[in-house]
């Protein structure tokens, strides 16, 4: 067990439908990062938070969106479902990082398990 | 802008073969991380190992050894005397800082590995 806690596990949904990723990051990690993982298409980043602050954002559709609450859990919010929104998508967290900020992209990230989403 | 690369999508290695993971990096910082990770079929990925850029280093950890060389910007990851629990597909992963002073993480593709019994 990574200590990073991701649910559902599996979800299968139709398309236009909205459905809600939930994270819950290792203990006394301040940073969560969210990750879609395709059939072929490697891990691709689409949004990280740092103590409940949005402070990066990659690929993510407009669709999308994610936030991270004060106890540092975090959702990932996909609506209008396509069915290439298919994927598993992963949660990581990572610690604040030593006082040293320069060497925070030492930091690694502990995965949570996935959530597949399926959508028909 | 990051890059990772990981030219072999799969490769299929008898038991007891030697193997070798390639991965090429692009970045512009002086100052980066590089991590191996694995991801077993049951899904969860699982870091392996990370190396600064200022240790090249090479490293051996059981059957498993890293070799980065700066001057062409690889880190590779070679796993000698496969087993059959080495089948998994492996990232490779870039982390930099990005311009808000916060750590951004590339992975390349992956590559996936089966070991044949």
């Known amino acids: 067990d990574s200590g990073v806690t991701q649910t559902p596990k599996h979800l299968i949904t139709a398309t236009g439908q909205r459905v809600t990723l939930r994270c819950s990051p290792r203990s006394g990690d301040l940073s969560v990062y969210w990750y879609q993982q395709s059939l072929d298409q490697g891990l691709q980043f689409l949004i990280q938070?740092?103590?409940?602050?949005?402070?990066a954002k990659g690929n993510i559709l407009e669709r999308f969106s994610a936030q991270q609450f004060p106890d540092l859990h975090s959702e990932l919010n996909l609506s209008s479902l396509e069915l290439g929104d298919s994927a598993l998508y992963f949660c990581?967290?990572?610690?604040?990082?030593?006082?040293?900020?320069?060497?925070?992209?030492?930091?690694?990230?502990?995965f949570g398990a996935g959530s597949r989403l399926t959508v028909l | 802008a990051q890059k990772v690369t990981q030219a072999q999508t799969e490769i299929s290695v008898v038991e007891k073969e030697d193997v070798t993971l390639d991965c090429v990096y692009e970045?512009?910082?002086?100052?980066?991380?590089l991590f191996w990770y694995k991801q077993p079929p049951s899904g969860e990925l699982v870091f392996l190992i990370r190396?600064?850029?200022?240790?090249?280093q090479n490293e051996i950890s059981g059957r498993y050894s890293w070799n980065f060389q700066k001057s062409t910007s690889s880190f590779n990851f070679t796993i000698t005397a496969s087993q059959v629990v080495d089948s998994a597909v492996y990232f490779c992963a870039l982390s930099v800082l990005n311009s808000g002073g916060y750590q951004k993480v590339t992975f390349g593709t992956g590559t996936k590995l089966q070991v044949i019994p």
């Open positions: 990581a967290s990572s610690v604040a990082g030593p006082p040293d900020r320069l060497l925070w992209s030492a930091n690694v990230l502990t």
């Open positions: 938070y740092y103590n409940g602050e949005e402070r």
């Open positions: 970045t512009r910082d002086t100052t980066y991380y």
């Open positions: 190396r600064n850029s200022f240790d090249e």
